[in-house]
């Protein structure tokens, strides 16, 4: 399995801007397909946005897109997730996850197509 540290979070202000950082160790990270997921207090953790390993598809949620950007570098072992725009609504822990050689040429979108997963990062938006 890959290990998956985030970083990056913190409080910002509504209309505000943050880039999360994922660093992966322990196996080759270009095998693996990433998402971010959000889990705000007393709801569901929903998938936020998701790329395969060459960076080439890529998901969002509905209620990101235009606003964040799913990025990653191979080369670093790294996965990003910029944030732009931010809204009151985004308050959320976000959690890195990843799946090595995913079975299909679509992104995975579902939590339980994850197998490994980081501690997560708390991130908070001000209005």
């Known amino acids: 399995q890959v290990q998956l540290v985030e970083s990056g979070g913190g409080l910002v202000q509504a209309g505000g801007s943050q880039r999360l950082s994922c660093a992966a160790s322990?196996?080759?990270?270009?095998?693996?397909?990433m998402g971010w997921f959000r889990q705000a207090p007393g709801k569901e953790r929903e998938t936020v946005a998701a790329?395969?390993?060459?960076?080439?598809?890529?998901y969002y949620v509905d209620s990101v897109k235009g606003r964040f950007t799913i990025s990653r570098d191979n080369a670093k072992n790294t996965g990003y997730l910029q944030m732009n725009s931010l809204k009151p609504e985004d308050t959320a822990v976000y959690y890195c996850?990843?799946?090595?050689?995913?079975?299909?040429?679509?992104?995975?979108?579902?939590?339980?197509?994850?197998?490994?997963w980081g501690q997560g990062t708390q991130v908070t938006v001000s209005s």
């Open positions: 996850a990843a799946v090595e050689n995913f079975p299909s040429l679509r992104v995975p979108t579902q939590r339980d197509e994850y197998d490994d």
């Open positions: 790329i395969n390993w060459r960076g080439t598809n890529t």
């Open positions: 322990g196996r080759t990270f270009s095998r693996y397909t």
